[in-house]
Every structure is written in structure tokens, then in C-alpha cells.
């Protein structure tokens, strides 16, 4: 099985930058995928940013371009974040998943039983 533990998360001010880590453990020798998500207060979940460990092929939503940008380091089963411009509207718990079925997580934009989810971190853009 995968595990997924968030890191990097904060208070930062309007325009500014931050990148979020996510560590994968577990069954990691085989191929996965790694996406982020988040959700707003009162808002549903929204899928940011996916990549595959072996291929590196990178997937944003159309509404998610531009501002985020996904990366890996393969060696440590280590995924990032990078986030630009940041908004107060970026304000959030970012969450982060790890599944088998690279197809579902970032196409779909959903876990199956194969992955599992992160606890989640809490992003707060404001002055």
C-alpha cells in the first residue's frame, strides 16, 4: 500500500510563492501516481496538479494552469508543489494522493482502493 504525508504548508502574503512536499512510502518500487488536490471552506475538492513517478508526464486541469507547477524527485518518492502568484483565494487544505492507477488519479482526478490520501495542510494566503 502507498502512503502520502503533506509538508511545507503555511501563512503567506498575496503575490507570494510556496512549495508544498509530499512524501510517498510504502510499496513505492512499483510505478504510481502522485496528484494534489484542496478544498476551500465550503467549497468541494479540486484536483491542482498529478504526475507520474517513472514517465514524469505532468496533468493540471485547464483552471490550474499557469500558477502551479508539479515536480518529483524520484530517489526519495518525493513530490512537489510549487505555487506562484499565490491569491487569497488559493486559501486552502492541500491535500495530497498516491495511487497505482495512474489513469484514475489523474485523469479522473480520483483514489481508488489502489492509493490513499494525505491529512491534508493548511495554505493561508493573506496580509
Known amino acids: 500500500q502507498l502512503q502520502a504525508v503533506e509538508s511545507g504548508g503555511g501563512l503567506v502574503q498575496p503575490g507570494g510563492s510556496l512549495r508544498l512536499s509530499c512524501r510517498v512510502s510504502?510499496?513505492?518500487?512499483?510505478?504510481?501516481?502522485t496528484a494534489w488536490f484542496r478544498q476551500a471552506p465550503g467549497k468541494e475538492r479540486e484536483g491542482i496538479a498529478c504526475?507520474?513517478?517513472?514517465?514524469?508526464?505532468?496533468y493540471y486541469p485547464d483552471s490550474m494552469k499557469g500558477r502551479f507547477t508539479i515536480s518529483r524527485d524520484i530517489a526519495n518518492d518525493t513530490v512537489y508543489l510549487q505555487m506562484d502568484n499565490l491569491k487569497p483565494e488559493d486559501t486552502a487544505i492541500y491535500y495530497c494522493?498516491?495511487?497505482?492507477?495512474?489513469?484514475?488519479?489523474?485523469?479522473?482526478?480520483?483514489?481508488?482502493?489502489?492509493?490513499?490520501w494525505g491529512q491534508g495542510i493548511q495554505v493561508t494566503v493573506s496580509s
Open positions: 494522493a498516491a495511487d497505482r492507477l495512474r489513469h484514475s488519479l489523474c485523469a479522473g482526478w480520483a483514489v481508488t482502493s489502489s492509493g490513499s
Open positions: 510504502g510499496s513505492t518500487r512499483e510505478n504510481y501516481a
Open positions: 504526475i507520474s513517478k517513472e514517465s514524469g508526464d505532468t
